[in-house]
Each structure stands twice: as structure tokens, then as C-alpha cells.
Nanobody
Framework: QVQLVESGGGLVQAGGSLRLSCAAS????????MGWFRQSPGKEREFVAG????????YYADSVKGRFTISRDNAKNTVYLQMNSLKPDDTAGYYC????????????????????WGQGTKVTVSS
């Protein structure tokens, strides 16, 4: 089992940047693929970005491609989400999640393959 704690959220103007971090407990972090999701009030939680266990492959939602970058440091048990060129539509609670799904590369965007979730960090982008 793994416990996840997000940090780095806050208020930023449109066009600005933020870097979110997600720290994981335990000694098996490198055995988990990781994902970032976000949820706005009244909307379903949606996939933002994913990264395989080694960090060798990354995935992005079309809405953030080219602006957001997911990365991980297995030595620090941490996954990051660098968010650039932020827009008001990016305003949401951001959640990191961990997966051991065998078929992760086919299912990275599905919430059901992530059994472990953090509590979230809030990002507000003002116009």
C-alpha cells in the first residue's frame, strides 16, 4: 500500500506556472505507475497526465499537452506536475494517484486502475 500527499497548489494568474509535487510513502514507489487527475466543482474527475514506473513513458490529456509535464524521481519517492501557460479552465483540485495495473499502458486514463489517491491540492488560475 502507498500513501500520497500532494503539495504546490495555489493562486496564479493566467499565463503563469506552478509545479505540483506528490510525495509517496513506502519503499516500493518505483513499482507504481503514477497519474495526475483534476476535478472542478460539478464536474467529474478527469485524467491529466500519467507516467510509467520507470518514467520512460508519459501520457497527457489533449487539453494540457504541450503545457504540462509529468516527471518522477524514484529516489525521492516523488512525482511532479509542471504546469505552464496556465488558463482559468485549469482551475481545479489536482489529485495524484498510484497504479499497479498490469495493463497500465492501455488504461492510464481510467480512474479505476488507480486504487491509491492523495487528498488533493487546489489550483486557482485567475484571468
Amino acid at each position: 500500500q502507498v500513501q500520497l500527499v500532494e503539495s504546490g497548489g495555489g493562486l496564479v494568474q493566467a499565463g503563469g506556472s506552478l509545479r505540483l509535487s506528490c510525495a509517496a510513502s513506502g519503499r516500493t514507489f518505483s513499482s507504481y505507475a503514477m497519474g495526475w487527475f483534476r476535478q472542478s466543482p460539478g464536474k467529474e474527475r478527469e485524467f491529466v497526465a500519467g507516467i510509467t514506473r520507470s518514467g520512460g513513458t508519459t501520457y497527457y490529456a489533449d487539453s494540457v499537452k504541450g503545457r504540462f509535464t509529468i516527471s518522477r524521481d524514484n529516489a525521492k519517492n516523488t512525482v511532479y506536475l509542471q504546469m505552464n501557460s496556465l488558463k482559468p479552465d485549469d482551475t481545479a483540485g489536482y489529485y495524484c494517484a498510484a497504479s499497479r495495473d498490469t495493463y497500465y499502458t492501455n488504461n492510464y486514463y481510467r480512474r479505476v486502475v488507480y486504487p491509491y489517491w492523495g487528498q488533493g491540492t487546489k489550483v486557482t488560475v485567475s484571468s
